[in-house]
Nanobody, 117 residues
Framework: DVQLQASGGGSVQAGGSLRLSCVASGFNFEQYIIGWFRQAPGKEREGVSCMDGYDGRTVYADSVKGRFTISRDNAKNTVTLQMNSVRPEDTAVYYC??????????WGEGTLVTVSS
């Protein structure tokens, strides 16, 4: 079974850093894109970043470009989101996602990030 487990959330002051991790299992990790999404209170879930397993191509939302960095370790089936210079508007539950695997998207349980001003 496909499983995605996100961790690393917590409380941090604005301007600080936080590192999120997503450990995956149940599929050939290196062959697939893994993404990070977030959902703030009262808002829709939005894409934050994703990374291709084959060629390492990355995509970032405009709101996090230059502050967040996505990386992956295919040997450890892990994708990491390094969050620097965080802002109060980064407060959200963060989810990792395996998109379009055998006809559906898979989501891990979220990890809460709270940024105080």
């Amino acid at each position: 079974d496909v499983q995605l487990q996100a961790s690393g959330g917590g409380s941090v002051q604005a301007g600080g850093s936080l590192r999120l991790s997503c450990v995956a299992s149940g599929f050939n990790f290196e062959q697939y894109i893994i993404g990070w999404f977030r959902q703030a209170p009262g808002k829709e879930r939005e894409g934050v970043s994703c990374m291709d397993g084959y060629d390492g191509r990355t995509v970032y939302a405009d709101s996090v470009k230059g502050r967040f960095t996505i990386s992956r370790d295919n040997a450890k089936n892990t994708v990491t989101l390094q969050m620097n210079s965080v802002r109060p508007e980064d407060t959200a539950v963060y989810y990792c996602q395996l998109p379009n695997f055998r006809g559906r998207d898979y989501w891990g349980e979220g990890t809460l990030v709270t940024v105080s001003s």
